[in-house]
Nanobody, 115 residues
Framework: QVQLVESGGGLVQPGGSLTLSCAAS????????MGWFRQAPGNQRELVAA???????NYADSVKGRFTVSRDYVKNMVYLQMNSLKPEDTAVYYC?????????WGQGTQVTVSS
């Protein structure tokens, strides 16, 4: 069983920055993808960014150039550096890990961008 625990959410002004962290524990296969999804009220959960165990990353078009996903393979953590935040980035952000048929989710952390 894999557990994912997020941290780093909060309230930030438009144009500000925030870094989310996710710690993974348990037996996650060495070939895996970790990343971040988000869900705003009334919207479906959507992919924000993901990074494979081979360090290949992909991003939603709406965050390209503003967000950066990274991993610490020793600590088994994944990060999301968010810059130039906009009100439309407001959502609950979920850490995600998947390997083969297995998919794991964190409990979510709220990010609110507002003045």
């Amino acid at each position: 069983q894999v557990q994912l625990v997020e941290s780093g959410g909060g309230l930030v002004q438009p144009g500000g920055s925030l870094t989310l962290s996710c710690a993974a524990s348990g037996s996650l296969s060495s070939r895996n993808t970790m990343g971040w999804f988000r869900q705003a009220p009334g919207n479906q959960r959507e992919l924000v960014a993901a990074i494979t165990s081979g360090s290949s990353a992909n991003y939603a078009d709406s965050v390209k150039g503003r967000f950066t996903v990274s991993r610490d393979y020793v600590k088994n953590m994944v990060y999301l550096q968010m810059n130039s935040l906009k009100p439309e980035d407001t959502a609950v952000y979920y850490c995600n890990a998947r390997s083969g048929f297995y998919v794991y989710w964190g409990q979510g952390t709220q990010v609110t961008v507002s003045s």
